[in-house]
């Protein structure tokens, strides 16, 4: 049985994330923060309050996980795109709010209609990802929204595909789970 490590970060949609991945067949361990890492099998950054070095342990965690499958959501893809080098932006709130997403249609994305919505609930956007960091998805104004990690396993979502704001969340989900396998 794949076994991970689900890192919360003061969150309630964690739970949310927790019970769809226990709910898929994986063997869930959540934890405010570990830098043990060799008992898992893959690892989601959950989502969470402030910035990436507000949370010191996690992107040391990050620094250490290697080349295993990794997904960030929200606070979680901010975390794997500063430990690549990108910036963040300063945009408008986005608490519980719904927009549009076009994407590629590649990775974790497959499958999923152009054009989604999804649920946003964060104030900090991506800035211009460098290499090895690769744009999948963005919104109406271009803002990056879902990307993934060139030779890496590595998956980051700037929405909840656990939020009932976001569609085809089943397909989403499915998607994110057959990629940590």
């Known amino acids: 049985m794949t076994r991970l490590l689900l890192v919360d970060h ?31 099998d893959g690892l989601v950054l959950g989502p969470g ?3 990436p070095e507000d949370w010191p342990e996690s992107m040391q965690l990050l620094a250490r996980w290697g080349k295993r499958p990794l997904l960030g959501i929200c606070l979680g893809c901010q975390m794997i795109a500063t430990h690549f080098g990108a910036t963040l932006t300063m945009g408008r709130p986005c608490h519980g709010e719904a927009v549009r997403m076009t994407h590629k249609g590649i990775g974790i994305l497959q499958g999923i209609e152009e054009r989604v919505r ?36 590595w998956y980051g979502l700037l929405f909840h595909p656990d939020s009932f704001l976001s569609d085809n969340t089943s397909r989403i989900v499915e998607n994110i789970f057959s990629s940590l396998l």
């Open 10 to 40: 003061n969150d309630s949609f964690t739970q949310n994330v927790f019970a769809w991945l226990e709910d898929s067949g994986f063997d869930v361990v959540s934890a405010a923060s570990t830098l043990e890492v060799e008992p898992f």
């Open 49 to 51: 309050p402030g910035r």
């Open 118 to 153: 999804v649920g946003r609930y964060n104030s900090l956007g991506l800035g211009e990802l460098p290499p090895p960091l690769e744009v999948w998805g963005w919104d109406s104004e271009g803002h990056p929204l879902a990307l993934g990690v060139e030779g890496r396993p």
